[in-house]
């Protein structure tokens, strides 16, 4: 090897080194962000057999796909669960003691204790009391239900705008990286910002990818309908002012086609979004139900009815009453009645109502009365009052619940019905989110930064420059000695 060939390969040695210095910097500055993937500097030899340096990414293409389908898998069921958990606070948590099966049981027991005493004043004022509670935890209930749906609509709107921006910023990112892919640039840093905004899209919608020449991509949801295909398609979603039992929220649409939404307490959504319109579509609106039958049995179960020899009158809201003043028809969902229930003001002393008519009935009138005498010691219709609580009668098959139960057991049915749900969304949730952490633990294993490893990666450059470093000075001493011989 002559003296100019060997300080040429020594200088190539030091610029690689250069190189490979600058690309193990990166990756430690960069160890703790987790949407970096590590690069390494190899060692590659030309045809003419001259070394340098190609840079190349860390990366698992099957581990990513799963990394991405496991996020939006994890991102719908712990929306689910919060919604869930969003309409058991609404019945008063653990102990769910603001639930309308709690609080009828309550109002149940004081009229058992009225009819056991029917001459007692002060049971009577404790008995409408009660109902008044009921009737306000009915109240407060239905128009929380319909926030949670208000709620829900709000972040649909929100995590929609959020998507059309990352769907625009994801089309500029991959044209750079398709124009650097063709022209032989390094786009490693641009792959990398195209990984995490596909993390982040997949966290909103189920994202389905495929990749083409020259390193493009196209973004398509779960369900099959594009999402990106060279430029980015809409996402649109017109949000709702308000919500009532009777007002259906609108659809989100993807490219024209409407977004479904999830299925079941272990959902089928796939990204938040799904999640959301099933909270605010079938889980809400199906405890509304609930609670507009409950509030239609108390209306029916306290209905006064002529007591006439021969009746000609029709049956008439008792106890309680509601915005429409008659009795709803049996076995319907009558929409929003849990909204307007109210005690019968004919009932409230301070609005000038005797509470005693809960005892003799005539709230609608003498024809009504139960007991015309006012005898204290009458006691048959509190009892009738008492064991209707206790009478199967006929629900709406579209509550959900049983369809022949007493409203004690409809009640507490209601109950059942969103802890089970609530408990196996909680449970898919711990699933998925388990499922989620080790697909990301595994990508990150392929991908990530070991600091440890960079560090016995510079010392090794470090003892690779010192060799190359002696050799140029070697070749100087050798240039320098001839140099000498000459003069």
Do not use: C
């Not at 208000?150 to 991959?174: G, M, P, S, W």
């Not at 398709?178 to 899209?201: C, H, N, P, W």
């Not at 979603?237 to 007002?247: H, I, R, V, Y």
């Not at 009795?327 to 003001?345: D, L, Q, R």
Request: a negative charge; zero cysteines; hydrophobic letters at 40%.
């Amino acid at each position: 090897m002559s003296l100019t060939s060997a300080i040429s390969t020594a200088q190539t040695s030091l610029s690689n080194y250069a190189t490979q210095t600058n690309v193990i910097s990166r990756n430690i500055s960069n160890s703790t962000d987790p949407n970096y993937s590590r690069r390494d500097a190899v060692l590659t030899n030309s045809l003419i057999g001259s070394q340098g340096v190609s840079i190349q990414r860390a990366q698992d293409t099957a581990l990513f796909v799963r990394s991405i389908a496991d996020t939006s898998s994890a991102s719908a069921q712990d929306t689910l669960l919060t919604g869930l958990s969003n309409l058991k606070n609404i019945l008063g948590g653990n102990d769910y003691e603001s639930s309308p099966s709690v609080l009828i049981a309550t109002m149940r027991d004081t009229l058992a204790t009225y009819a056991a005493k029917p001459a007692e004043a002060t049971l009577a004022q404790m008995a409408i009391a009660d109902a008044v509670t009921v009737a306000n935890g009915l109240r407060d209930a239905s128009a929380a239900v319909q926030t949670v749906r208000y709620e829900a609509d709000k972040e649909i709107k929100r995590q929609v705008n959020t998507l059309n921006e990352l769907l625009a910023r994801f089309e500029t990112n991959n044209n750079r990286v398709f124009s650097g892919t063709q022209t032989g640039k390094e786009v490693s840093a641009e792959l990398d910002e195209r990984d995490s905004l596909l993390k982040q899209i997949s966290s909103i919608v189920g994202v389905t990818q495929v990749t083409r020449p020259g390193n493009d991509m196209a973004l398509y949801t779960s369900d099959g309908v594009t999402l990106f295909e060279t430029i980015a398609r809409p996402v649109e979603f017109q949000a709702s002012s308000g919500f009532s039992a009777s007002l259906k929220g609108n659809q989100v649409f993807v490219d024209g086609v409407p977004l479904g939404s999830g299925q079941g307490a272990n959902t089928t959504g796939r990204g938040s979004l799904q999640s959301l319109v099933q909270i605010r579509d079938d889980y809400a609106p199906a405890m509304q139900s609930q609670l507009d039958e409950i509030a239609r049995a108390l209306v029916v179960s306290f209905a006064e009815s002529d007591q006439s020899a021969t009746p000609t009158l029709a049956d008439m809201p008792g106890l309680f009453t509601w915005a429409g003043g008659t009795i709803p028809a049996g076995a319907t969902i009558e929409a929003g009645i849990a909204s307007t229930i109210t005690v019968n003001p004919a009932l409230i002393q301070s609005l000038g109502g005797n509470p005693s008519l809960l005892r003799d009935g005539g709230i609608n009138g003498a024809a009504y009365s139960s007991n015309p005498t006012g005898a204290t010691g009458y006691s048959s219709l509190l009892d009738a009052h008492v064991l209707a609580l206790d009478k199967p009668i006929a629900f709406d098959t579209a509550a959900g619940l049983s369809t022949s139960a007493s409203l004690m057991e409809f009640s507490a049915q209601s109950i059942g019905w969103l802890e089970l749900n609530r408990s196996d969304a909680k449970s898919a949730s711990e699933s998925r989110e388990a499922a989620r952490f080790r697909s990301v633990e595994a990508l990150s294993n392929i991908t990530g930064v070991s600091l440890d490893e960079e560090m016995s990666m510079l010392l090794q450059l470090e003892q690779s420059y010192k060799a190359s470093a002696r050799l140029i000075s070697a070749v100087d001493e050798m240039l320098q000695t001839l140099m000498a011989a000459v003069r």
